[in-house]
Nanobody, 126 residues
Framework: QVQLVESGGGSVQAGGSLRLSCAVS????????MGWFRQAPGKEREGVAT???????RYADSMNGRFTISQDNAKNTLYLQMTSLKPEDTGVYYC????????????????????WGQGTQVTVSS
């Protein structure tokens, strides 16, 4: 059974950095798409960044180059490096994965992803 487990969340002051990790277990096959989504308090979950198995990344416009998604296929682990964090980045960050083949970059659409982690809390204080 495929499981995704996020780690690396925590509390940080505005301007700080955090690196989130997402470990995939239950399979040795590298997913075609992986991504990070987040849900701020009182808001709907939104896409942050996605990456395909070939390393092609896609970001939400609001990230403005502050976040970097990457993956280690040998470890079957996804990362999100977050810098210049702002209070509005506060929320629960979810890792997602899907093994369905596709074309082009992976979209920032929740329906594209079948498997989800439980989420890790990121809190940015001003």
């Amino acid at each position: 059974q495929v499981q995704l487990v996020e780690s690396g969340g925590g509390s940080v002051q505005a301007g700080g950095s955090l690196r989130l990790s997402c470990a995939v277990s239950g399979t040795t096959y590298v997913s075609y798409c992986m991504g990070w989504f987040r849900q701020a308090p009182g808001k709907e979950r939104e896409g942050v960044a996605t990456i395909d198995k070939y390393g092609k990344a896609r970001y939400a416009d609001s990230m403005n180059g502050r976040f970097t998604i990457s993956q280690d296929n040998a470890k079957n682990t996804l990362y999100l490096q977050m810098t210049s964090l702002k209070p509005e980045d506060t929320g629960v960050y979810y890792c997602a994965a899907d093994w369905t083949l596709g074309t082009g970059s992976c979209p920032l659409i929740q329906a594209r992803f079948r498997y989800w982690g439980q989420g890790t809390q990121v809190t940015v204080s001003s």
